[in-house]
């Protein structure tokens, strides 16, 4: 699976969009990124994924550049809920495929 | 909302002890994963099961750690003896066998070798 890297850590004002960038230059044709966060001392929660369109939910949207090299997960109004650690990851879908994590982002929101 | 179940929350153990974690995945959920994550690190896996089969166990330090999936259901991590640097988060995660699905996690057991 190819390697992510993230800055270790960002600050962002309650009710501001977050943007966390994620690179990826070594992305393949057939690996997704995904996008989990861990809140302290719980287990990581499943966020959000994408291929190469643009993918939005209900936490977050998730924009992949057109050579999808790079990637920006947006939190459109931080809440001090949303503080944790970011990974982005990306992986191969299939079912041997695992979830490679590295140090991923974290994320502090302040009044 | 299922959710997976893992047990107990915390263990305190002294080293050469052997110590067990227990994890239940969402029910369906034919892929069952064990990770460990030390302190101010990304979770790492340990072992991959599909069904009641190991898929990947090559992170595993198979001198110490065993883990088995009897029933293809829930599923028991042990450590034995334990060492210190055997302190730290062990996650269980599950998911549904398809192309696109995602890994949901416990809240993991925080395990701490005295």
């Known amino acids: 699976d190819a390697k992510t890297t993230q800055p270790p850590s960002m600050d962002c004002a309650e009710g501001r969009a977050a943007n966390l960038p994620c690179n990826h230059s070594?992305?393949?044709?057939?690996?997704?990124v995904y996008w989990y966060r861990q809140i302290h001392s719980q287990g990581p929660q499943y966020i959000i994924h994408g291929l190469k369109n643009n993918e939005t939910n209900e936490m977050a949207s998730l924009i992949i550049t057109e050579d999808r090299k790079s990637s920006t997960l947006i939190l459109p109004h931080a809440t001090l809920r949303d503080t944790a650690v970011y990974y982005c990851?990306?992986?191969?879908?299939?079912?041997?495929?695992?979830?490679?994590f590295g140090t991923g982002t974290r994320l502090q929101v302040t009044l | 909302e299922a959710e997976v179940a893992q047990s107990p929350r915390y263990k305190i153990t002294e080293k050469s002890q052997a110590v067990a974690f227990w994890c239940d995945p969402i029910?369906?959920?034919?892929?069952l994963y064990w990770y460990r994550q030390i302190l101010g690190q990304g979770p790492e896996l340990l072992v991959q099961?599909?069904?009641?089969?190991?898929?990947?166990d090559s992170q595993l330090p198979k001198d110490r750690f065993s883990a088995e999936r009897l029933k293809g259901v829930d599923s028991t991590l042990k450590i034995q003896p334990a060492e210190l640097g055997d302190s730290a988060m062990y996650l269980c995660?599950?998911?549904?066998?398809?192309?696109?699905?995602?890994?949901?996690f416990g809240p993991g057991t925080r395990l701490l070798v005295l």
């Open positions: 099961f599909q069904d009641e089969s190991v898929v990947d």
């Open positions: 070594t992305i393949s044709g057939n690996e997704y």
């Open positions: 990851i990306v992986k191969i879908t299939g079912t041997a495929s695992k979830l490679t």
């Open positions: 995660a599950s998911r549904q066998t398809g192309t696109q699905e995602t890994q949901y």
């Open positions: 029910s369906g959920h034919a892929t």
